[in-house]
């Protein structure tokens, strides 16, 4: 059973169709990419995935239940993270108290399979190059540091289907590698990922499949190296090179 199935799903937003007829699904453990032109309907999907917006037609399955009514807390609940840009960083608090704070509100019998939390703090700082600053009120990190510290603590949330909206964006170009390192974690616990990105390379480097999104419509959806030879994908791009 796969862990998401989207079903014939549409979206009108006043007399727009936003996302037209989707029908895609989604096997546990996958690094799933979701790519098109700014404006192709991305975010909007994720909305709807969340549980923010209500298709107008159509349904979600997460592990085999119908939940395109359900509200986004009761998704996240369910297991469904979703990463939002520097949203839940508690600024006035230490980089170690906010990672902190998200283990904490894991249910019990989670925590404990953690161990030490003050390692796993420790670890999850490292692995997104922030060990130094552990001390330091997250306020005073940069908007790409927040990011990466945003992103860290989702994937520490005890989640099993992430969402991840441009985790890039705002992150200095030598960090990238440490959001796919992240990536990397999450694959080897066998956890889904759902993926906006721009950036081609890293996609091709993480992802195991690619859905190309073109004005609301899903018109590509395959392997990485299959889907960026595709002429569609030129010509949805309108002749620019989607690789740079
Ligand atoms: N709340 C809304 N009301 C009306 N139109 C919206 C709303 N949210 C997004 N849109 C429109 O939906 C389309 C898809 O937007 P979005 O999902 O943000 O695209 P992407 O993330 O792929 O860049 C755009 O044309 C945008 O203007
Ligand atoms: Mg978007």
Redesign the pocket.
Known sequence: MSILAVTHLSLT??D?H?LKNISLSVEEGDVVGLI?P???????LFNVLSGFLVPTHGSVHFRGQDITGFSPSKRAHMGIGRVFQNFGIFREMTLEENVLVALEALPAEQRKALGNLKEVVQGTLEMVGLSGHAKKKAGSLSGGQMRLLEIARTLKSGKELFLLDEPTAGVAPKMTHQVGDLISELKRDRKTVLI?EHDLPFISRVCDRVIV?NVGEVVLDGKPSEVKQHRKLQEIYFGADPTS
């Open positions: 937003l006043q727009q936003i098109g700014n404006g192709s309907g991305k975010t909007t906006i999104l």
